[in-house]
C-alpha cells in the first residue's frame, strides 16, 4: 500500500504563484509514476503533471506547460507541483496519484490517491 498526503493549496491572486506538497509513504519502492490531477466540481479528474519516479523523466499538461513544473524530492519522498502565472481557470481541487506500472494517465489507472487539496485563483 503507498499512502499519499497532500498540502500546500490556499487562497492566490492572479498571476501568483503556488507550491504543492504530497509526502508518500509506504510501499514507496513499488511506485512506477506519480502525478498530479485537478477537478472542478460535475467535470472530470485531468492530469496536470507526471513523473517517473525511477528515472526522473516528466510530463506537462499542454494547459499547465509553461507554467507548472513536477518534481520529487527522493530524500523524503514528496512530490511537489510548482504552479505559476496562475488563473482562476486553475482553480479546482489538486490530488496526487500514484500508480505501480506503466499505465496511461488517467484518472480510472492510477492505483493510489490522495485526499486533495484546493486552490483557488482569484480574479
Known amino acids: 500500500q503507498v499512502q499519499l498526503v497532500e498540502s500546500g493549496g490556499g487562497l492566490v491572486q492572479t498571476g501568483g504563484s503556488l507550491r504543492l506538497s504530497c509526502s508518500v509513504s509506504?510501499?514507496?519502492?513499488?511506485?512506477?509514476?506519480m502525478g498530479w490531477f485537478r477537478q472542478v466540481p460535475g467535470k472530470e479528474r485531468t492530469v496536470v503533471a507526471a513523473?517517473?519516479?525511477?528515472?526522473?523523466?516528466?510530463s506537462v499538461s499542454d494547459a499547465a506547460k509553461g507554467r507548472f513544473s513536477i518534481s520529487k524530492n527522493s530524500a523524503d519522498d514528496t512530490l511537489y507541483l510548482q504552479m505559476g502565472s496562475l488563473k482562476p481557470e486553475d482553480t479546482a481541487g489538486y490530488f496526487c496519484?500514484?500508480?505501480?506500472?506503466?499505465?496511461?494517465?488517467?484518472?480510472?489507472?492510477?492505483?493510489?490517491w490522495g485526499k486533495g487539496t484546493l486552490v483557488t485563483v482569484s480574479s
Open positions: 513523473i517517473n519516479w525511477n528515472d526522473n523523466s516528466t
Open positions: 509506504g510501499r514507496t519502492d513499488s511506485i512506477y509514476s
Open positions: 496519484a500514484a500508480t505501480v506500472t506503466a499505465t496511461p494517465w488517467v484518472a480510472d489507472g492510477m492505483h493510489y
